[in-house]
Each structure stands twice: as C-alpha cells, then as structure tokens.
C-alpha cells in the first residue's frame, strides 16, 4: 500500500491541525493504520492507531500517553484517509508526522510508510 500525508503546518501553542494520510493500492480496510513522529534529535515515536476490534485485540483505536485526550485518529474508508485531528497542540508536539499502515500479525516495520509532513507548533 502507498501512503501519501499531508496536512502540516505551523500553529500556535493551544491551536489545533488535522493532517491527513491517504492509501492507495490495497484494500484500505484490511489495515491497521498508524500515526507516528519524530522530533528533531530524537526517536520515532508511536502516536495513535485504528484498526478493527474484530481482527485487532487493540481495539479500534489506541494512543500514546502524551497525545491521549488530545489528539483523535480517524479513518474514512470510501475515502481511503486516515486523519489525525490535533488540539491542545504543545511546543513538545512539533515533530514530523509519519503515517504508516501494516497488516495484523506484521510489525510496524514490516508495514508501509509515508513520508512525513512537518508540524510545528510555535510557544
């Protein structure tokens, strides 16, 4: 499956933003889809994930700590989209923001990639 994001941007601390990641290539609905960032000098780090509670003991979806209550995934099957809707965003949130898409019983690793779209989020 290809991945193609999209969405960001710079806002100010408390702000919101939406960025976007669009699948193409396989059935959509067959995935678990993923969000992650890495900010500079740092990690990528796993930010949230949606899947179906049927094939994914995960449930529907799943955080992190750090953006929990914060940040909502969200996914479009006719559209093939995936979103992740930011609020409350902080200077710690400024990262690029990687989707990803695996099937179950694989790895994030073993998966799909997009390339990453740059938040950043001014104080």
């Known amino acids: 499956v290809q991945l193609q994001a999209s969405g960001g941007g710079v806002v100010q601390a408390g702000g919101s933003l939406r960025v976007s990641c669009v699948a193409s290539g396989r059935t959509f609905r067959n995935y678990i889809m993923g969000w992650f960032r890495q900010a500079p000098g740092k990690e990528r780090e796993f930010v949230a994930a949606s899947g179906s509670s049927i094939l994914w003991s995960g449930g529907t979806t799943t955080y992190s700590d750090s953006v929990k209550g914060r940040f909502t995934i969200s996914r479009d099957i006719a559209q093939n989209t995936v979103y992740l809707q930011m609020t409350s965003l902080k200077p710690e949130d400024t990262a690029a923001h990687y989707c990803?898409?695996?099937?179950?019983?694989?790895?994030?690793?073993?998966?799909?990639w997009g390339h990453g779209t740059l938040v950043t989020v001014s104080s």
């Open positions: 990803a898409a695996r099937t179950y019983g694989r790895t994030w690793s073993q998966g799909s």
